[in-house]
T-cell receptor, first 112, second 112 residues
Framework: DAGVTQSPTHLIKTRGQHVTLRCSPI?????VSWYQQVLGQGPQFIFQ???????GRGNFPDRFSARQFPNYSSELNVNALLLGDSALYLC???????????FGPGTRLTVT | KNQVEQSPQSLIILEGKNCTLQ??????????LRWYKQDTGRGPVSLTI???SENTKSNGRYTATLDADTKQSSLHITASQLSDSASYIC???????????WGAGTKLIIKP
């Protein structure tokens, strides 16, 4: 079975641009969470979705938004990119919100 | 405030030696504690999950302990291998919401 997949693997954007990151959960998993990990730090929680509804939101500005589709895949959108948004963005899926999370390989976003 | 603190921040040991990583948390109400291994630039991989009633759990050469009274956990690695070089992150789940509280991780380097 395929694990959690994320696309793209790497991305370079300039300040002020918009970016969309995509995540496909493990088959049968209905919950997807998004994390931002800056180099040298632990992951910071951004959003969690379960059954297409937002179940949790971390301390991130409104420039960050997400959604979950009927097939449980998810998109993370970031508007008006800042240099500080450069990070590894991780997606994790689980059967339900509090169950064990399985992480994808991440998308490395570089903002110049 | 819910927090997870890990020590040491980094650790260098010789191949074949044992080591123990520490995690202290102030998360309430407690649901479960997880240890993840994260290779540089990759998504975290789950090593163990322990609930309130479990005080030890093993996964191969990895053994995690939990003392819910003192709110401390440790991860013991036996007979270290070069492939153990990674960051080890302690994560605590609060029972009241879907969020995970992440520690900053311990960066472990195994030298031949």
């Amino acid at each position: 079975d395929a694990g959690v997949t994320q696309s793209p693997t790497h991305l370079i954007k300039t300040r002020g641009q918009h970016v969309t990151l995509r995540c496909s959960p493990i088959s049968g998993h209905k919950s997807v969470s998004w994390y931002q990990q800056v180099l040298g730090q632990g992951p910071q929680f951004i959003f969690q979705y379960y059954e297409k509804e937002e179940r949790g939101r971390g301390n991130f500005p409104d420039r960050f938004s997400a959604r979950q589709f009927p097939n449980y895949s998810s998109e993370l959108n970031v508007n008006a990119l800042l240099l500080g948004d450069s990070a590894l963005y991780l997606c994790a899926s689980s059967l339900r919100g509090r169950y064990e999370q399985y992480f994808g390989p991440g998308t490395r976003l570089t903002v110049t | 405030k819910n927090q997870v603190e890990q020590s040491p921040q980094s650790l260098i040991i010789l191949e074949g030696k044992n080591c123990t990583l520490q995690c202290n948390y102030t998360v309430s109400p407690f649901s479960n504690l997880r240890w993840y291994k994260q290779d540089t630039g990759r998504g975290p991989v789950s090593l163990t999950i322990m609930t309130f009633s479990e005080n030890t759990k093993s996964n191969g050469r990895y053994t995690a302990t939990l003392d819910a009274d003192t709110k401390q956990s440790s991860l013991h690695i036996t007979a270290s291998q070069l492939s153990d070089s990674a960051s080890y992150i302690c994560v605590v789940s609060a029972d009241s919401n879907y969020q995970l509280i992440w520690g900053a991780g311990t960066k472990l380097i195994i030298k031949p």
